[in-house]
């Protein structure tokens, strides 16, 4: 079964950190573009960075620049989320998606939660 | 940073009925638009790629169409599972966007 599953989220200060991850599983992952994408409560999708397959290239919504950096490890199959620096305006649900736009598979999200 | 629109903010129509939303670019997208379906609680299903192609598993009551900077998701006759919350998303420019979405509820 093709499938992602997220972790590491949970509830962080104003300028604590956090590192996601998302297991991929079904498919070789190596061979995807992948995407983070969040969601504050009650609103609606943010794109937050995309990485290539083999890590060459990278690419932030503007609002995490400086503050998050998105990896892979290919051999674990395996997509990150380092978040330092958070604010209470990064509080969402953070899902993990494949490709690096119309996303065909998703993770269920893991909540980040950032108090003041 | 290209500025998706989705209009209408919310759209009430009866299981059976037509329904047509919109979503329109700030700047040309080519063909390079996407549409997804969110139900409270779920993650985002793709929809449609490229404007108007159906993703794997996707009935023929969901249609896409448009270029550049207009573009219309049409379903063709409303199913009860139907109703849910749709976003559009581009993917010509860095940084990707999402549309604000169209919510699709029973009158």
């Known amino acids: 079964e093709v499938q992602l599953v997220e972790s590491g989220g949970g509830l962080v200060q104003s300028g604590g950190s956090l590192r996601l991850s998302c297991t991929a599983s079904?498919?070789?992952?190596?061979?995807?573009?992948m995407t983070w994408v969040r969601q504050a409560p009650g609103m609606g999708l943010e794109w937050v960075a995309t990485?290539?397959?083999?890590?060459?290239?990278?690419y932030y919504v503007g609002s995490v620049k400086g503050r998050f950096t998105i990896s892979r490890d290919n051999a674990k199959n395996s997509l990150y989320l380092q978040m330092n620096s958070l604010r209470v305006e990064d509080t969402a649900m953070y899902y993990c998606?494949?490709?690096?736009?119309?996303?065909?598979?998703w993770g269920q999200g893991t909540m980040v939660t950032v108090s003041s | 940073e290209i500025v998706l629109t989705q209009s209408p903010v919310t759209l009430s129509l009866s299981p059976g009925e037509r329904a047509t939303l919109s979503c329109r670019a700030s700047?040309?997208?080519?063909?390079?638009l996407a549409w997804y379906q969110q139900k409270p609680g779920q993650a985002p299903r793709l929809l449609i790629y490229?404007?108007?192609n159906r993703a794997t598993g996707i009935p023929a009551r969901f249609s896409g169409s448009g270029s550049g900077t207009d573009f219309t998701l049409t379903i063709s006759s409303l199913e009860p599972e139907d109703f849910a919350v749709y976003y559009c998303?581009?993917?010509?420019?860095?940084?990707?966007?999402f549309g604000q979405g169209t919510k699709l509820e029973i009158k």
């Open positions: 079904g498919f070789t992952f190596s061979g995807y573009w």
């Open positions: 700047q040309s997208v080519s063909s390079y």
């Open positions: 998303q581009q993917r010509s420019n860095w940084p990707c966007t």
């Open positions: 490229d404007t108007s």
């Open positions: 998606a494949r490709k690096g736009g119309a996303s065909d598979i």
């Open positions: 990485m290539k397959q083999d890590g060459s290239e990278e």
